[in-house]
């Protein structure tokens, strides 16, 4: 068994093709339609929209082509950040696949005779033949083919079926051309023992794992672990239905698919990303139970939407004001109140840092550190990386250069980040995508850091034969020795959600769009904390980071004490106004304060 890590998992959204099919009642095309641009706004990238089947054998799909040629359909099949397979049971319905304008369609075998002869009419090897014949007319086309092999586990009409059997159809669909086989749990019999064992059987027999996806229906409860189980053994793929939608109409008593809202919820609180909304999903698994009259399968979806019905109307949070009052090449900054925003603007070169924008951004962070009038410092980037680190390109990195080359930019970077990590106001990193390498010292020379929930932090240096000397004080004190150690020598992509997990980040983002609301609100309540207040407590952090367990820490808190306690600081406006039982707003205080320095 191999470590699980934290690798992200790709869900495969089949609710509006198997999840749909088994249902009695004809749903409206409309209502499907709905169903796709629902699942496509809670973040599903791949979902599978219909299957090109005769409409005796299953009448719910017989509206496939009004479903693929809908004109709110058709501009997702050209989106390229979309994966929209149609499942085609022979070169039939391809051709229709390929008339309707599809890039993607799956094929389909059973590892077993009985339920071959049950579900297509055909021997098993009857149907690789027409499987084989599929991909390669598919290929000619310009369309790629993922791959079905049911009954991985047992069959309802012939039993337990053999490992050897399905290695063959798994080996068979690869060879044709499949890009991806599922496997499907049609019975939902399987336990994490049968997983781990057909998937080591199919690794020892040269089937990599990476070719692989998980398709477990829960009929006994089991599907969740099943897939936390081919999850550890290497899997990185898994089919699932919105509200577990779903069951197969030739394997009696087979219950729906794993519900999509259950394996997010299981991925996300380990740690592992889907790139999905697990409230927009809960949400569209309870409108379309309701739509077609079913009881809603999905444990989690039921759950979150139960528990967002008890919860309290959120209070709308006032939304800042933001003025534009600086812009150089590279960098905006952006004024609200006693708040400045320094935004990195090289959208196009993933925000990395030239020596320009080093010495703008140092300039504005000790300018910031003098000026009365401002209380915190958010860094932030445009675009969909927060920072990239050094500009590496060429002619514009010291890298390789030696001498008084390498002494000026390590005093350029040394000064950044210190001028960060020494200011007196409130630094809040505001992750608006990736960080790497010098962005991850950014972000980590800060007090605060929110991001988005698509953000991360990598640590690349030793890619390139390099490593984050300027910035390894910063990652190592807030990391910690172990973690910060394993980030480094690993250069892995460390989530947000794992950096939320350990506290490394205070708040997530669902997204980018909200990022800017989720910082207000921040802003907003930390009008609260005096700018006094914060920059003692700040010294206090670092006297205990710096000076732990010496004199020079316990003459640093004496001094802070000190001053914290003279009658001119604004302990004793802050203590008064508590005495008066009148809440202070150290914003407008600030600016009080300020306007009447001016004067």
């Known amino acids: 068994m191999r470590d699980p890590g934290s690798a992200a998992v790709r869900i495969v959204e089949v609710g509006p093709r198997d999840g749909l099919q088994n249902i009695r009642n004809l749903v409206d095309t409309s209502t499907k339609i709905q169903l796709i641009q629902r699942l496509k706004d809670a973040g599903h990238r791949t979902i599978e929209l219909t299957s090109f089947v005769s409409p005796r054998a299953i009448p719910q799909l017989a509206d496939a082509q009004h479903v693929v040629g809908n004109p709110g359909i058709k501009p997702l099949l050209q989106d390229s950040g979309l994966n929209l397979p149609v499942l085609v049971p022979n070169l039939k319905g391809l051709e229709k696949a390929i008339a309707s304008g599809v890039k993607e369609v799956a094929v389909f075998i059973s590892a077993t005779e009985g339920f071959s002869k049950a579900n297509i009419n055909c021997t098993v090897d009857q149907g690789l033949e027409r499987a084989k014949a599929v991909v390669r007319k598919a290929t000619e086309s310009g369309i790629v083919v993922r791959g079905y092999v049911s009954c991985i586990f047992a069959d309802p009409y012939d039993g337990p079926t053999p490992l050897a059997a399905v290695l063959r159809c798994v080996a068979s669909l690869l060879e044709y051309g499949c890009y991806e086989v599922s496997l499907g749990d049609t019975l939902g019999v399987g336990v994490p023992s049968d997983i781990h064992r057909l998937l080591s059987y199919l690794e020892a027999n040269e089937i990599p794992m990476q070719k692989l996806a998980g398709h477990f229906h829960d009929t006994y409860g089991s599907a969740v672990a099943n897939a936390w189980e081919a999850y550890k053994c290497?899997?990185?793929?898994?089919?699932?239905?919105?509200?577990?939608?779903?069951?197969c109409p030739f394997a009696p008593g087979a219950k729906g698919n794993v519900s999509s809202e259950d394996l997010v919820h299981m991925f996300e609180r380990a740690g592992v990303q889907t790139?999905?909304?697990?409230?927009?999903?809960?949400?569209?698994?309870?409108?379309?139970?309701?739509?077609?009259?079913?009881?809603?399968?999905s444990r989690a979806g039921a759950a979150v939407t139960v528990s967002r019905q008890k919860q309290p109307a959120k209070k709308a949070v006032p939304k800042l004001n933001w003025e534009l009052v600086r812009q150089t090449e590279g960098l905006d900054v952006y004024r609200s109140g006693v708040n400045l925003k320094l935004v990195l603007n090289r959208p196009k070169n993933g925000n990395a840092l030239t020596s320009a924008m080093i010495a703008d951004l140092t300039a504005r962070v000790r300018e910031a550190d003098s000026d009365p009038l401002t209380s915190r410092l958010i860094i932030t980037g445009n675009g969909k990386f927060f920072c990239t680190g050094m500009d590496l390109t060429t002619g514009s990195t010291p890298v390789g250069e030696g001498g008084s080359t390498s002494d000026t930019q390590y005093n350029r970077l040394y000064g950044l980040f210190e001028a960060i990590d020494q200011s007196g106001k409130v630094t809040i990193a505001?992750?608006?995508?990736?960080?790497?390498g010098g962005g991850v010292g950014l972000a980590f020379a800060c007090d605060i850091r929110v991001a988005t929930k698509n953000a991360s932090a990598t640590l690349s240096e030793v890619k390139l034969g390099l490593s984050p000397a300027t910035i390894s004080k910063y990652v190592i004190r807030e990391f910690g020795f172990a973690f910060a150690r394993e980030a480094m020598l690993s250069a892995r992509t460390v989530t947000a959600e794992e950096l939320h997990q350990r506290g490394l980040v205070s708040q997530l983002a669902p997204s980018a769009s909200e990022l800017t609301a989720t910082i207000d609100a921040l802003l907003n309540r930390l009008k609260i904390a005096s700018p006094?207040?914060?920059?003692m407590s700040k010294q206090l952090v670092r006297l205990a980071w710096a000076d732990a367990g010496k004199e020079a820490q316990e003459k640093g808190i004496r001094g802070i004490f000190d001053a914290m306690m003279r009658p001119d600081a604004e302990g004793a406006y802050g203590v008064k106004e508590f005495q008066?039982?009148?809440p202070v707003d150290w914003d407008a205080y600030s600016l009080r304060r300020a306007s009447r320095a001016k004067l």
């Open 234 to 247: 290497g899997i990185r793929v898994f089919d699932a239905s919105v509200a577990g939608l779903g069951g």
């Open 275 to 297: 790139g999905v909304d697990l409230v927009k999903l809960a949400e569209t698994g309870d409108w379309i139970s309701k739509q077609i009259s079913i009881p809603n399968a």
């Open 430 to 436: 505001c992750l608006n995508g990736p960080a790497f």
């Open 532 to 535: 006094e207040g914060s920059r």
């Open 580 to 582: 008066s039982k009148r």
